[in-house]
């Protein structure tokens, strides 16, 4: 088996991964990485509880080859979300609002919404929930999951 | 080839090695740009995995947006996100700005390509319409040099494109919407995001009150490719817009398309809509 090596910033921490170009930088987080906050729910795109920040921006992990992610990318899972202002008032809000239920879309989901507010801290309904299209979740309804980026928004870094 | 894990991908670092092992079967591998239909097609089994993929997101070749005193030149690798934030794409081709804006969601749009779209040619690709609808041309390049070829004569059939082996599309050129025309996109589908389109169109003309000066109108979804409708745009050319006009022509697209029943929609679901799309453009083409 042909392996690369890459090195990436990983929730901010220098990471130095070698494995098989084609490999799903999904497959990579959890299993070699051992950050099993991003989940596997479809494998196929659709329903974005493996959704990364790749150099800020949300992408499904379970889509991209591990070869395809340059060296000094940077990666931000769930697990680095506690490292960061914003991150930790998402948690916050999410929880006040009771913006989870059974959790397994959270960790995609609340990824989405500290990438929407980072780029735009006063989103409307609209852009909200445009933002979380691509997050699927099958217990809320959304409505809790939308009022708690509402809440962080007024609270944003920047925005206070 | 069974596993993701057992394929071998090459890096490329322009685009001058990337068309040089293109060039010879032995090193030669499946484009992949976003990746968002290969992974899933490779992982579901609908596509063979080959021995090798080539990567194609390095190539600075076949990045940014520019423009010409009448043209919009976009790259391959431009995803959808990117085209919908270009201020150039949203004010020299807004159908296309609108149409990217509808692909999945954010986590697709950061991803996926123009050149993955149109090469995926999936009768449901939603740029098709939008591309069309601008008389515009691809690049594509192999070792021995480049070709340009009319974006209505590169998309052949069902999941066909006028690509051959060694060739790689390069870049799109895409004349500007000129003053005083109007376009957009329209699309239908189950949801908001995240869905297949029914039936979906792009429409650009200009008109003079009433009076429809020049009128382009394209579908997806309703044959195995996207197209025009030539007869149709002959058809309401110097038509003035009125109840009267706007019933016949939504007839007259209805019965001008021959799209299929499949597990998305009905054919005469997709005739209707169809109709009823291409009405609401010329309402919204002669709307003060
Ligand atoms: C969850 C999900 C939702 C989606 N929603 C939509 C939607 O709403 N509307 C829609 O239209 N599509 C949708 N798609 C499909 C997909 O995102 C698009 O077709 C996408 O633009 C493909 O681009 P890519 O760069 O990811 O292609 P890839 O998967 O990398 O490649 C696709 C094909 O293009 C070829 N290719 C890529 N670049 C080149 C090049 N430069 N030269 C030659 N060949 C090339 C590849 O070899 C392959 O055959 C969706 C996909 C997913 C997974
Ligand atoms: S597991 Fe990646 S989108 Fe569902
Ligand atoms: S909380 Fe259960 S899927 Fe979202």
Not at chain 2, 16 to 29: F, I, P, T, V
Not at chain 2, 77 to 86: D, L, P, Y
Not at chain 2, 95 to 101: G, M, R, V, Y
Not at chain 2, 272 to 285: A, D, M, T
Request: hydrophobic fraction near 40%; glycine fraction near 10%.
């Amino acid at each position: 088996m042909k392996t690369i090596t890459r090195i990436w910033k990983v929730n901010g921490e220098e990471k130095t991964v070698k494995v098989p170009p084609m490999r799903r930088l999904l497959d990579v987080l959890r299993e070699d990485l051992g950050l099993k906050g991003a989940k596997e729910g479809c494998g196929e795109g659709e329903c974005g509880t493996c959704t990364v920040l790749i150099n800020g921006a949300p992408m499904v992990s379970c889509l991209i080859p591990a070869g395809q992610v340059r060296d000094g990318t940077e990666i931000m899972t769930v697990e680095g979300l506690e490292k960061t202002e914003g991150g930790r008032l998402l948690q916050e809000v999410y929880a006040d609002k009771g913006s989870a239920q059974c959790g397994f879309c959270i960790p995609g989901m609340i990824l989405s919404s500290y990438a929407l507010l980072s780029r735009n801290p006063n989103p409307d309904e609209a852009a909200i929930r445009e933002a979380h299209a691509g997050n699927l979740c099958r217990c809320t309804g959304y409505q809790k999951i939308v009022e708690a980026v509402q809440a962080a928004a007024r609270k944003w870094p920047g925005n206070k | 080839m069974k596993f993701l894990e057992d394929m071998d991908c090459a890096f490329p670092k322009n685009l001058q090695e990337a068309l040089k092992l293109m060039a010879d079967e032995k090193s030669r591998g499946r484009p992949i740009a976003g990746g968002t239909d290969l992974m899933v097609q490779w992982s579901s089994g609908v596509l063979p995995m080959p021995e090798r993929a080539i990567d194609l997101s390095g190539l600075p070749e076949l990045k940014g947006v520019s423009e010409n005193t009448d043209s919009v030149v976009i790259g391959a690798a431009v995803t959808h996100a990117e085209m919908r934030r270009s201020p150039i794409v949203q004010v020299h081709l807004p159908s296309l700005a609108q149409a990217a804006a509808t692909i999945g969601g954010a986590q697709i749009q950061a991803r996926g390509t123009i050149a993955g779209s149109v090469a995926n040619a999936s009768p449901a690709g939603d740029l098709g319409p939008s591309l069309l609808i601008t008389n515009g041309r691809v690049v594509v390049a192999s070792k021995a040099g480049e070709r340009e070829i009319e974006l209505a004569k590169f998309f052949l059939g069902y999941r066909k494109i006028d690509l051959q082996p060694d060739e790689l599309i390069v870049r799109f050129i895409l004349p500007k919407i000129h003053a005083g025309c109007r376009e957009s996109f329209r699309k239908l589908g189950p949801r908001a995001a995240q869905a297949i389109s029914k039936v979906m169109g792009s429409y650009r003309g200009s008109a003079k009150g009433k009076e429809v000066k020049d009128f382009a109108v394209a579908l997806g979804s309703v044959a195995p490719i996207p197209i025009r409708l030539p007869e149709f745009e002959q058809w309401i050319v110097g038509k003035e817009i009125g109840k009267k006009v706007l019933d016949e022509a939504e007839q007259r697209v209805a019965a001008m398309i021959k799209p299929i029943d499949d597990i998305r929609s009905t054919a005469e679901y997709r005739q209707w809509v169809s109709g009823r799309i291409v009405r609401g453009f010329l309402e919204e083409l002669v709307a003060e």
